[in-house]
């Protein structure tokens, strides 16, 4: 199947950004300077990555494959870093995105192959690090909020983690709950991306849904596992060393 995205058809389709600028600018947001960059950046980023990944691709290099992978989960953690100073964001992202790519590898569902491994890698990265930014801003929130209960406890001779337990709970949900959300509509509101990419590229639509399925599968794992490690990283930085509430 030939698509038929052209520079000119590409152009032309710019002009949707219109849209949202218009909006912006007719209701008095002040998101058009924002707008504006985030479009130049993703135009400039996508294409750098696609002559990248091009190379990589042709390439086939093991330690190539590994490097781009990092990349990723460096700048996932990066960006995750921003919600949660303070917070070892890498841990988590990197543990959370390795053993769910080792059991896919082992399970045969994807090979080593730089154009399966890399952008799976960037999959998982990315939606673990809005798990990981979610979870935190609640656990930001709730600490606040709760912190009359907090201190309670913990006068009542309770430990960090049992002063603490049921705002990690409460942050570890919040980061699971869009995936968990997504997963309930997927195939009825939704075709997403995956899905939605190798259909419009000719694809049997049954084959199409098991690799679907398979990053259902995949992000589940990704966001449980990213949430938990953050907030269990993450709460001990809301006390002092004298094991007293900031």
């Not at 990723?72 to 964001?89: E, L, S, T, V, Y």
């Not at 600490?143 to 705002?167: K, N, P, T, W």
Request: hydrophobic share 55%; charged share 10%.
């Amino acid at each position: 199947m030939n698509l038929a995205v052209n520079n000119t058809s590409l152009f032309l389709a710019a002009m949707l950004v219109l849209v949202a600028l218009g909006i912006s600018l007719w209701q008095k947001l002040g998101l058009d300077k924002d707008i504006v960059i985030g479009v130049v950046r993703a135009v400039v980023q996508l294409f750098i990555v696609g002559y990248l990944l091009k190379y990589i691709f042709r390439v086939n290099n093991l330690w190539l494959t590994l490097a781009m992978m990092g990349f990723i989960i460096f700048n996932a953690a990066w960006n995750a870093k921003k919600r949660g100073p303070g917070i070892d964001h890498a841990l988590a992202i990197f543990v959370s995105t390795g053993v769910t790519l080792g059991v896919l590898v082992l399970s045969g569902a994807i090979k080593f192959v730089p154009s399966q491994m890399i952008p799976i890698s960037g999959m998982i990265a990315s939606n673990s690090m809005v798990a990981i930014g979610l979870a935190y801003r609640s656990l930001n929130s709730q600490f606040h909020d709760q912190r009359q209960g907090v201190l309670e406890r913990l006068a009542l001779g309770a430990g960090l983690l049992d002063a603490s337990i049921a705002i990690v709970r409460e942050a570890i949900r919040t980061g699971m709950s869009p995936t968990i959300d997504s997963a309930k509509t997927v195939g009825l509101v939704s075709l997403p991306g995956m899905m939605s990419g190798l259909i419009f590229a000719g694809v049997d639509p049954v084959r199409a849904i098991k690799y679907q399925i398979m990053v259902t599968f995949m992000l589940l794992s990704a966001t449980s596992l990213g949430s938990i490690i953050a907030c269990y990283l993450a709460y001990r930085n809301f006390y002092n060393e004298q094991k007293q509430l900031k």
